[in-house]
């Protein structure tokens, strides 16, 4: 079990039941899965360049990714159907549970001039979603290796019914949201 789930267990839970008055343990929100998803706009005609970048993403989060493709070809964007267009990778028990601890203890304090992370990011169910504009935040990635600086979207799905409760849940694991 990671440190975080241990604090979830320990510290989390019976401070939710406190603060929300869930009556049974199992209304307590908690994290179900983390997506990290990287678009390759810029490089979809070239295959080096989508092999690099999903590299990268495999190595943030130590596992394999999905190719996304494109549902309907689109001249304007020269994007044909089937064409790959970014990849995701979906990480949920330990896997997630390490990530989120690597994501709040050693890549954000990395990120240059950081705060804090908007509060303003949750969709009205309880889930949150950011964007990191530079995989070299994570230790897995060394400067000298990357082609170019790139950055991915991370989506925090949780079990929580509102973003009020989400937001206890994150802030509470040790997210460091901004004001």
Known sequence: MSRLQVKYKEEVVPALIKTFGYKTIM???????????????????????IQLATK?????????SVPTKAKNSVANFKVREGMQLGAKVTLR?????NFFDKLISIALPRVRDFKGISGNSFDGRGNYTMGIKEQLIFPEIAYDQIEKVRGFDICITTTAKTDEEAKELLKLLGMPFAG
Do not use: H, T, Y
Not at 27 to 49: A, C, H, W
Not at 93 to 97: A, G, H, K, L, N
């Open 27 to 49: 209304e307590v929100p908690k994290i179900e899965k983390i997506v990290l998803n990287m678009r390759f706009g810029d490089i979809k005609d070239n295959s080096k360049s």
């Open 56 to 64: 990268e993403l495999e190595m943030i989060a130590g596992q394999k």
């Open 93 to 97: 028990r330990d896997r997630m549970w």
